[in-house]
């Protein structure tokens, strides 16, 4: 999975790049649903220079582009890594509602063929 880090208004230090490898790393477990070609284009931002501090101060905004389709999760939080936190967490939700989706789609289909075939078995 490639994984294409722009900031706004913020400096990405190698700490921080490490902290959103280590935390995004748990897509992996995933990755048989993301395919190889799956990419995270994530950005990182402060909302405001005015205020230095606050429950909004910093946002995180992330795209995966898999599955033949685009998941996006925007977080908010009082620093970098509490947005990434709540991105990670949201980014989870979204990937296996996803999953969940295509497999119920598939089984409802999978149903309807196999009543057709039941009537007209003669």
């Not at 790049?17 to 990419?39: C, P, T, V």
């Not at 033949?68 to 989870?92: C, N």
């Not at 990937?95 to 999978?110: C, F, I, P, Q, S």
Request: charged fraction near 25%.
């Amino acid at each position: 999975m490639k994984i294409n880090i722009r900031t706004v208004g913020v400096e990405l230090s190698a700490d921080v790049e490490g902290y959103i490898h280590k935390k995004l790393s748990h897509l992996e477990r995933f990755g048989h649903m993301l395919g190889q070609d799956a990419a995270l284009h994530l950005i990182l931002s402060k909302t405001t220079d005015h205020h230095r501090s606050g429950d909004e101060a910093f946002s995180a905004e992330i795209q995966l582009h898999a599955m033949g389709r685009v998941i996006s999760a925007k977080s908010f939080g009082q620093s970098i890594q509490a947005a990434i936190d709540g991105l990670k967490d949201e980014l989870s939700k979204m990937v296996t509602g996803a999953a969940d989706k295509e497999r119920t789609l598939a089984r409802r289909g999978a149903a309807i063929v196999k009543n057709f075939l039941r009537r007209n078995k003669n």
